[in-house]
């Protein structure tokens, strides 16, 4: 319900105009001065304002000019007496909507009304649209500087170039790539060169759930199918209809659910847990995988059939210690977007970082670096990233490299076996950061072993 001030020095006018207004379905509130009008403005918020000019304690068009001031949303009807040629062009220019004259046809009054109202819901709705534009251009252009991948390497700029001539078609793509080389970055640009950008992009980790739950998660089940099944669930491969699915670590999916879904690749349709209906697949498929696929294959864990569909292309993303050359534009990148994200200003990196972030060889891949960045960007108070800044171990491979140059040398009298011994060690603690209680864990040695070989070899962490 539409509120509406009414502002005039006479009561029986007031009155009136509060009996019309009402009985058209407006909530009136009423003031004889214009200090009054202005604090019913400020406290009920209305939707539009009928001024008198001949107010009591201030000039009309003063109060016209005020209102407009405070709250140029609100629409200002000029109904008076006074209604020389130079009070109408004067309030328009101050911003009223229409200026009628005393006396006035009720009709005519309510018309005008009307139309200024429907005339500000079009203002408003014009005005939403252009803000909810804004910020999906905004929240667009943020998503992009996200996921856009920084391409400096030869061997990246020859993927980008692949993944551009590969995005626009429905072939199925099989990424492979250690963990955090950043598969699902390639995987986010490959839906959106897509011709289903409009669809949605559903992605499935196979290792974040138990195997049993993959099959529920991907088909979908109907109220009843299992102990647990409350309510009917639709499943990825129905969320992912007219979009892209994104299967993340496809050799976790077990070997039966594996099969099932080769079935629903060559035939383009799905049956939900607990129902005989089959239901129609619409989606294009990307999946990737952490493992080595020789590995994978010989193992089982992925099998020949899907392997074999899945590859229409792959993708192999190299691991970061294979393009250092990227690693510099990849820092600036982190560095711009979690300086703004603490609303500090954009660090640059010192010549000492840099060089530390050149020779880590980064086992965690992009989403190390990442986190070091992050890192640093928290720690920095000033304008630089500093060697102080960044994660400690980034300073392990150093140490440990002057640890494996201090390791006795025997001549030709030492067994080669020492040697794999002495690196296997040295690359354990380089892997665990320099953590002994890790690294003897992983070797899979007490502790008191690790240290003694550690002295035999003369390594040392300082």
């Not at 892209?244 to 690749?265: K, N, S």
Request: charged share 25%; aromatic share 6%.
């Amino acid at each position: 319900m539409n509120k509406i001030v009414v502002i005039d020095d006479e009561r029986p006018v007031l009155l009136t105009l509060e009996a019309l207004l009402k009985r058209n379905g407006y909530t009136v509130q009423l003031a004889g001065t214009a200090s009054g009008g202005l604090a019913a403005i400020e406290k009920s918020r209305p939707d539009l304002v009928l001024l008198d000019l001949g107010l009591p304690d201030a000039p009309g068009l003063d109060a016209l000019g005020t209102i407009k001031q405070r709250h140029a949303d609100v629409i200002v009807i000029i109904l008076t007496a006074q209604d020389s040629l130079s009070n109408a062009i004067e309030s328009i220019k101050l911003g009223a909507f229409h200026f009628i004259s005393k006396p006035y046809a009720p009709e005519e009054l309510l018309n005008v009304i009307k139309r200024a109202l429907e005339q500000r819901e079009l203002v408003k709705d014009r005005e939403q649209l252009i803000a909810r534009a804004e910020e999906l251009s905004r929240r667009l252009e943020e998503a992009r500087q996200q996921l856009a991948p920084v391409f400096t390497s030869r061997r990246m700029r020859e993927i980008h170039e692949l993944v551009a001539r590969v995005a626009p078609s429905d072939a199925n793509v099989l990424i492979t790539g250690e963990s955090g080389v950043g598969k699902e970055v390639i995987a986010n640009q490959l839906h959106t060169l897509s011709h289903r950008k409009e669809g949605p992009l559903v992605k499935l980790n196979c290792a974040a759930f138990p195997q049993n739950m993959i099959e529920s998660e991907l088909f979908g089940y109907v109220k009843g199918a299992f102990t647990g099944a409350l309510n009917d669930f639709p499943g990825m491969i129905h969320e992912a209809a007219g979009g892209t699915l994104f299967l993340d670590e496809i050799a976790e999916m077990p070997p039966d659910l594996q099969t099932r879904f080769l079935r629903v690749l060559q035939e383009r349709e799905f049956r939900p847990l607990g129902t005989t209906k089959t239901l129609k697949a619409d989606f294009r498929l990307i999946a990737a995988t952490n493992q080595p696929l020789a590995v994978a294959l010989a193992s089982g864990a992925l099998r020949r059939d899907l392997y074999y569909r899945l590859k229409t292309f792959e993708l192999e993303i190299p691991p970061l210690r294979e393009r250092r050359e990227d690693i510099p534009s990849l820092a600036r990148l982190f560095a711009r977007r979690f300086a703004t994200q603490m609303n500090k200003p954009e660090p640059q990196f010192s010549p000492d970082a840099y060089r530390l972030l050149m020779e880590y060889p980064w086992p965690g891949n992009v989403r190390e670096l990442q986190n070091a960045v992050e890192h640093s960007v928290v720690l920095c108070d000033g304008d630089a990233v500093t060697e102080k800044h960044l994660p400690r171990e980034l300073a392990l491979p150093a140490i440990l490299q002057e640890a494996g140059a201090q390791a006795p040398r025997n001549g030709e009298s030492s067994l080669k076996l020492d040697a794999r011994e002495r690196d296997t060690i040295l690359q354990a603690l380089l892997q665990c950061h320099g953590n002994k209680k890790k690294a003897a864990a992983a070797l899979g040695i007490h502790r008191p072993t690790l240290y003694s070989k550690m002295k035999r070899y003369g390594i040392e962490l300082k």
